[in-house]
T-cell receptor
Framework: DAKTTQPTSMDCAEGRAANLPCNHS???????VYWYRQIHSQGPQYIIH???NNETNEMASLIITEDRKSSTLILPHATLRDTAVYYC????????????FGKGTRLSVIA | SAVISQKPSRDICQRGTSLTIQCQVD?????MFWYRQQPGQSLTLIAT?????????ESGFVIDKFPISRPNLTFSTLTVSNMSPEDSSIYLC??????????FGQGTRLTVV
């Protein structure tokens, strides 16, 4: 079973920051937080991951609370092409375990 | 990350028949997985494809219905056997190399009529 809770859907105006929350209150010390997204009719796409420090890459920023029980994915300037289902996933650092998907958040970017 | 090619991209099949889906990775991967995504739903893990041995199936999925092969480190197949309309879904393969992020094929959209 997925160990994360996300809102079912969110809207964001084009050009504004999209902030997608995720609760993972039962996360253990050796589990990373991963974010993937699935654009319609495509396979899931990796966005970013982190353990306890905030992370940033060319796609997004990941903010993890100090107690690691929740996190927020930030798309700094959302575009229409960012419309997708976003999945927050926790996974052991060993690296050989599959991703277990929850229901995700359907983000709609509106012009 | 590596690239996964999945074939066919879509198919329409008669009930009672079987379909084999192929997944080819452009470089060696440690692990390969198969998922099912029913209409409007999230991804559900079917099994882990083990190289040179029997796949490891998740609860609710059995080898007779979803036989899987993985003859080497870059290739795997999933067969959907004796299909019924309830098997209409998108089937996706995924690869994993060490501690890097997992990557996915584009999926096979299966419709059973």
């Amino acid at each position: 079973d997925a160990k994360t809770t996300q809102p079912t859907s969110m809207d964001c105006a084009e050009g504004r920051a999209a902030n997608l929350p995720c609760n993972h209150s039962t996360i253990s010390g050796n589990e990373y937080v991963y974010w993937y997204r699935q654009i319609h009719s495509q396979g899931p796409q990796y966005i970013i991951h982190g353990l306890k420090n905030n992370e940033t890459n060319e796609m997004a920023s990941l903010i993890i609370t100090e107690d690691r029980k929740s996190s927020t994915l930030i798309l700094p300037h959302a575009t229409l092409r960012d419309t997708a289902v976003y999945y927050c996933i926790v996974r052991f650092v060993s690296g050989n375990t599959p991703l277990v998907f929850g229901k995700g958040t359907r983000l709609s970017v509106i012009a | 990350s590596a690239v996964i090619s999945q074939k066919p991209s879509r198919d329409i099949c008669q009930r009672g028949t079987s379909l084999t889906i192929q997944c080819q990775v452009d470089s060696q991967v440690t692990m390969m997985f198969w998922y099912r995504q029913q209409p409007g739903q999230s991804l559900t893990l079917i099994a882990t494809a083990n190289q040179g041995s029997e796949a490891t199936y998740e609860s609710g999925f059995v080898i007779d219905k979803f036989p899987i092969s993985r003859p080497n480190l870059t290739f795997s197949t999933l067969t959907v056997s004796n299909m019924s309309p309830e098997d209409s879904s998108i089937y996706l393969c995924s690869g994993l190399r060490g501690k890097s992020e997992a990557f996915f094929g584009q999926g096979t959209r299966l419709t059973v009529v």
